[in-house]
Protein backbone atom coordinates (compact mmCIF):
# COMPACT_ATOMS: atom_id res chain seq x y z
CA UNK A 1 0.00 0.00 0.00
CA UNK A 2 1.38 3.62 -0.67
CA UNK A 3 2.48 5.82 1.58
CA UNK A 4 2.78 9.33 1.56
CA UNK A 5 4.89 12.42 3.41
CA UNK A 6 4.85 15.51 2.55
CA UNK A 7 7.39 18.55 3.84
CA UNK A 8 8.51 21.86 2.91
CA UNK A 9 5.35 23.71 4.90
CA UNK A 10 6.24 26.56 6.73
CA UNK A 11 5.65 30.24 7.42
CA UNK A 12 6.30 32.90 4.89
CA UNK A 13 5.21 36.38 3.89
CA UNK A 14 2.61 37.18 1.45
CA UNK A 15 3.73 37.63 -1.88
CA UNK A 16 6.20 34.92 -1.37
CA UNK A 17 7.13 31.53 -2.37
CA UNK A 18 6.90 28.00 -1.26
CA UNK A 19 7.63 24.14 -3.00
CA UNK A 20 6.01 21.49 -0.98
CA UNK A 21 6.96 17.82 -1.74
CA UNK A 22 5.52 14.61 -1.13
CA UNK A 23 7.13 11.41 -1.51
CA UNK A 24 5.50 8.33 -2.12
CA UNK A 25 6.57 4.54 -0.86
CA UNK A 26 5.22 1.42 -1.10
CA UNK A 27 3.59 2.06 -4.54
CA UNK A 28 5.27 -0.60 -6.68
CA UNK A 29 4.44 1.26 -9.80
CA UNK A 30 4.33 4.86 -8.91
CA UNK A 31 3.27 6.26 -12.40
CA UNK A 32 -0.10 4.55 -12.42
CA UNK A 33 -1.24 6.83 -9.44
CA UNK A 34 -2.71 10.28 -10.40
CA UNK A 35 -1.52 12.58 -7.36
CA UNK A 36 -3.10 15.70 -6.17
CA UNK A 37 -2.61 17.99 -3.46
CA UNK A 38 -5.63 19.24 -1.13
CA UNK A 39 -5.81 22.04 1.55
CA UNK A 40 -7.63 22.38 4.95
CA UNK A 41 -7.58 25.64 6.50
CA UNK A 42 -8.23 26.54 10.20
CA UNK A 43 -11.77 25.41 10.85
CA UNK A 44 -12.96 24.82 7.62
CA UNK A 45 -13.27 21.83 5.38
CA UNK A 46 -10.66 20.25 3.35
CA UNK A 47 -10.56 21.72 -0.14
CA UNK A 48 -9.03 20.47 -3.69
CA UNK A 49 -5.78 22.28 -4.93
CA UNK A 50 -4.54 20.27 -7.92
CA UNK A 51 -4.05 17.24 -9.22
CA UNK A 52 -1.87 15.83 -12.18
CA UNK A 53 -1.61 12.64 -14.42
CA UNK A 54 0.32 9.59 -14.14
CA UNK A 55 2.19 10.68 -17.05
CA UNK A 56 2.41 14.19 -16.26
CA UNK A 57 0.68 15.22 -19.36
CA UNK A 58 -2.31 16.76 -17.85
CA UNK A 59 -2.65 18.79 -14.46
CA UNK A 60 -5.97 20.35 -12.95
CA UNK A 61 -6.50 23.05 -10.61
CA UNK A 62 -8.42 25.07 -8.54
CA UNK A 63 -9.33 28.54 -9.79
CA UNK A 64 -8.23 29.88 -6.39
CA UNK A 65 -4.95 28.88 -7.38
CA UNK A 66 -4.46 28.62 -11.15
CA UNK A 67 -1.59 30.96 -12.31
CA UNK A 68 -0.14 30.89 -9.00
CA UNK A 69 0.64 27.38 -8.09
CA UNK A 70 2.25 24.42 -10.56
CA UNK A 71 2.18 20.48 -9.63
CA UNK A 72 4.69 18.42 -10.82
CA UNK A 73 6.42 14.95 -10.29
CA UNK A 74 9.36 12.85 -10.84
CA UNK A 75 8.31 9.31 -11.20
CA UNK A 76 11.65 8.68 -10.79
CA UNK A 77 12.27 10.04 -7.60
CA UNK A 78 8.46 8.72 -6.32
CA UNK A 79 7.78 12.65 -5.67
CA UNK A 80 5.37 15.09 -6.46
CA UNK A 81 5.22 18.85 -6.04
CA UNK A 82 3.71 21.70 -5.38
CA UNK A 83 5.62 25.08 -6.62
CA UNK A 84 3.40 28.07 -4.59
CA UNK A 85 4.09 31.86 -5.97
CA UNK A 86 2.36 34.97 -4.92
CA UNK A 87 1.11 33.13 -1.58
CA UNK A 88 -1.63 34.94 -0.06
CA UNK A 89 -2.95 34.85 3.76
CA UNK A 90 -6.17 32.80 2.23
CA UNK A 91 -3.74 30.03 1.34
CA UNK A 92 -2.68 28.93 4.75
CA UNK A 93 -3.54 26.11 5.59
CA UNK A 94 -2.89 22.25 6.06
CA UNK A 95 -1.63 21.15 2.96
CA UNK A 96 -2.26 16.82 2.32
CA UNK A 97 -0.96 15.17 -0.69
CA UNK A 98 -3.22 12.44 -2.39
CA UNK A 99 -2.77 9.38 -4.56
CA UNK A 100 -5.24 7.71 -6.44
CA UNK A 101 -5.33 4.72 -8.95
CA UNK A 102 -8.79 5.13 -10.25
CA UNK A 103 -9.16 9.39 -10.54
CA UNK A 104 -8.28 11.26 -13.37
CA UNK A 105 -6.57 14.95 -12.87
CA UNK A 106 -10.16 16.47 -13.40
CA UNK A 107 -12.01 14.19 -11.34
CA UNK A 108 -9.73 13.79 -8.21
CA UNK A 109 -10.83 16.62 -6.88
CA UNK A 110 -14.59 15.11 -6.55
CA UNK A 111 -14.20 12.24 -4.82
CA UNK A 112 -14.62 12.08 -1.41
CA UNK A 113 -11.64 11.78 0.83
CA UNK A 114 -12.10 7.93 1.36
CA UNK A 115 -12.88 6.96 -1.69
CA UNK A 116 -9.00 7.95 -2.62
CA UNK A 117 -6.04 5.29 -2.32
CA UNK A 118 -3.62 7.20 0.51
CA UNK A 119 -3.08 10.42 2.07
CA UNK A 120 -0.13 11.83 3.62
CA UNK A 121 -0.26 13.60 6.76
CA UNK A 122 0.04 16.87 5.86
CA UNK A 123 1.95 19.84 6.19
CA UNK A 124 1.34 23.90 7.93
CA UNK A 125 1.47 26.14 5.48
CA UNK A 126 1.01 29.96 6.95
CA UNK A 127 1.18 33.34 5.04
CA UNK A 128 1.39 36.45 6.69
CA UNK A 129 0.52 39.70 5.72
Known amino acids: QVQLAESGGGLVQAGGSLRLSCVAS?????????MGWFRQPPGKEREFVAA????????YYADSVKGRFTISRDNAKNTVYLQMESLKPEDSAVYYC?????????????????????WGQGTLVTVSS
Open 98 to 118: AADQISTDRTMGGNSPGALDA
Open 26 to 34: GAQFFNSYT
Open 52 to 59: ISWGSTST
